[in-house]
């Protein structure tokens, strides 16, 4: 059993940064893939980002890519996620989750295994 908690959200200006952290529980963190969805009013549930067990592997989706960073620190049992460069289209509710394949990447959220409540993240123009 894993149990994740975000926290980071908040408001911020268009082109501001932002860094969100999601603190596990559970003695297996390390050995689970994490990854970042986020979801609009009004609109699906996006991947993020995903980082492997190891860190090794590392994806994004292509609306992030270079202006966000996924990160983890296995010894702190918490993943985190540099936002840089915000625009207001990044305005959602940000979730992580745990996918027991820890060793590959999945951009499928019904993949993942346990999810955190999500903190609002706003960019104001």
């Known amino acids: 059993q894993v149990q994740l908690v975000e926290s980071g959200g908040g408001l911020v200006q268009a082109g501001g940064s932002l860094r969100l952290s999601c603190a596990a529980s559970?003695?297996?963190?390390?050995?689970?893939?994490m990854g970042w969805f986020r979801q609009a009013p009004g609109k699906e549930r996006e991947f993020v980002a995903a980082i492997s067990w190891s860190g090794g592997i590392i994806y994004y989706a292509d609306s992030v890519k270079g202006r966000f960073t996924i990160s983890r620190d296995n010894a702190k049992k918490t993943v985190y996620l540099q936002m840089n460069s915000l625009k207001p289209e990044d305005t959602a509710v940000y979730y992580c989750?745990?996918?027991?394949?820890?060793?590959?990447?999945?951009?499928?959220?019904?993949?993942?295994?346990?999810w955190g409540q999500g903190t609002q993240v706003t960019v104001s123009s």
């Open positions: 559970g003695r297996t963190f390390s050995s689970y893939a």
């Open positions: 989750a745990a996918d027991s394949e820890g060793d590959r990447i999945r951009v499928a959220g019904y993949e993942y295994d346990y």
